[in-house]
C-alpha cells in the first residue's frame, strides 16, 4: 500500500515492505532459510567426507601399492634365486611351480640380452599388458610396473637377475606379475564403509539440524508475518522479545518500529481523512462560484448585447438624420455647419463600427463553435484576394510560403484571424522601402504555428502586451490611419478559443511577426502547392 503523502522518513521502508512486493516474493520458488541451512549442512558434510574418503583412498591405495610392490619383489628374488640353482634344465620346472601361489599371475625368464627363454601365464590379460604376448623380449624393468586394462589393476611386474655361479654379471632375468586380490577386496570394503558411515551421518544430523534451525527461525517467521501486516495497513501485535541475543534485539528494534509507523500512519489517515473533506468543500465552493460566473458571463453577455442594441438604433437614427439634413441643405449651409455636420456622421460611423467589433468580441466565448476540415492555403489566398485592391494602393506584395496544414477549425473564424493580422500589416506598413508580407507555416508534435510578418516600423517590445487590448494602438502606428483597438483583441478571443495562443514578435524598425497556434487535435494534414505572391 503506497500512499503519495507518506512521510519521507518512513517512505523507503515502507517501499521495501510494500504488501504487493511481499506476496510476490513469498510466490516464487525460493528455499526457506530452514531448507537452506540443511541443504548447506548436507554439502558440508558430504564435502568433508569426500574428502576423507579421497584421502583415505590415496591412504589406502598407497599402502596397499607398497605391500604389493614389497611382495612382488620378495617373489621376484626367490624365484630369480630357484632359477639359477636349477640351471637351464629346471628353470621351466621352476617357473611353472612358482604359479603354485594364486597370488602370481605370470612368470617369465630371459637371458642377458632380454630374449624372452621361459615363460608360465595364470592370467592372460596381465602377459598381454605386459607386451609380450607374441614371445617378443620382456620390456626391461627397473622396478614394478603396473600392469592395467581399462583402469583395472591387472597386477605389478617386478625384474629380478638371476646370478650365475662365480659369474659378476647377471646370466638372466627373472620377472613375476604380482596381485593380491584380498588387499583390493579390503580396499572395496573400507570404502563402501566409508559411503555408510557418510550417509548415516547425514541422515542423522538433518532432522537435528531441521529442528534446530526451526526453533531460531521461529521468530523470523512471527516478524515476517508482523512486517506484512503493517505494509497491508495493519497495526501488528507485539513481537516476543525472547530467543537468541540477536533475535531478540531483532524483535525489540521491530516493534519500536512497528509502534513509530503506526502513529504515523494513524496520524496520516487522519491528516487524508481531513484533506478530502476540505477538497470537497472547496469543490463545492468552486463548482457553485463556476456556475455563478457562468451565469454572470451570460447576462453580462445579454446585457452588451441589448446596450449595443440600444446604443446601435439611435446612432443609426443620427446617422440618418444628418446624411437627410446634408442631402437637403447641404448647398445652403455654412461651409463651418456642413463640416461639423460631416464630422458628427463620420463620428456616428466610427461608433457603430465600434460596437459592432464590440458585440462580435462578446459573441466569441458564447457562440457554439462548429468545426470543419478548413485548408489553411484556401483561407489565404480567399484573403489576398479580398485585399488584392488595398495591396496593390499600397504597394505592398503578399507571399504565402507552402506546405501549409489543414485545420479541424472554423472556417469564418481561421479568416477572421488571417484578415485582421494582414489588413493591420498593409495598414500600418508605413514608409518602409520594402514593403512585403509573408504568410507562412510548420507543423510538429506541439500542433501547428501559422506566422504573419511585415517589414513595418514595428513594435517596441514593452508594448507588446497592450497592442492586444481592447481599444489600445501602439505607439508606432501612423497618425493618419484610423483604427479602433480591437481587431487583435478579437484575434487572440478566438484563437484562445479553440485552445491556441497569440504572440508577437518585433522591434523598433525590424517589421511584426504574429504567431498563433493550434493544438495538436486541430491538425489534420500538411499540403503544398508551392509558393505563391
Known sequence: MRGAAWSAAWRPFLHRLNARSLRLALRRPRLSLEAKALLGLTVIVAAAHVFAGLALSWAVDARIDGLMRSDASLAARRLAERVAMAGDAGSAAELERALGDWRVQFVAATDERGQLTGRAVRSERAWEAMGSGQ??????????????????????????????????????????????????????????TLGLAVLASTAIAAPAVALWMRRITRPLRRIVRAAESLAEGRRP????????PEISALARSF????????????????????????????????????????????????????????????????????ESILKRTGDDLPAEVAERLERVRANTELEQSMLADVLELSRIGVAPELPELVDTRDVVDEVARAFEHDLREAGVTLVAIDPMPSLLIERARLRHVLQNLIDNAIK???????????????????????T???????????????VFQLFRRASTAPEHVRGRGVGLASVKAMVERWAGSLTLISRPGEGCRFVFTAPPDRVASQGGRGQAA
Request: with cysteine.
Open 135 to 192: 614371445g617378443a623380449a620382456v620390456a626391461p624393468l627397473t622396478e614394478a610396473r603396473a600392469l592395467r586394462e581399462r583402469r583395472e589393476l591387472l597386477g605389478l611386474a617386478q625384474r629380478a637377475p638371476v646370478w650365475g655361479e662365480g659369474s659378476r654379471k647377471p646370466v638372466g632375468y627373472v620377472t613375476v606379475c604380482w596381485l593380491d586380490p584380498t588387499l583390493l577386496d579390503a580396499r572395496q570394503r573400507a570404502m563402501t
Open 237 to 244: 501485535g507485539a513481537i516476543g522479545e525472547h530467543g537468541p
Open 255 to 322: 516493534n519500536a518500529m512497528a509502534q513509530r509507523l503506526s502513529d504515523a500512519l494513524e496520524a496520516l489517515r487522519a491528516a487524508n481523512r481531513g484533506l478530502e473533506e476540505a477538497v470537497q468543500s472547496r469543490t463545492a465552493q468552486l463548482r457553485r462560484a463556476n456556475e455563478l460566473l457562468q451565469v454572470e458571463s451570460a447576462e453580462k453577455s445579454e446585457f452588451v448585447r441589448l446596450i449595443g442594441h440600444d446604443l446601435l438604433a439611435p446612432l443609426r437614427n443620427i446617422e440618418g438624420m444628418v
Open 428 to 450: 500600418y506598413m508605413g514608409e518602409s522601402p520594402v514593403r512585403r508580407i509573408t504568410v507562412s507555416a510548420t507543423t510538429g508534435a506541439l500542433g501547428a504555428s501559422i
Open 452 to 466: 504573419v510578418a511585415d517589414t513595418g516600423p514595428g513594435i517596441p517590445e514593452e508594448e507588446h502586451e497592450r
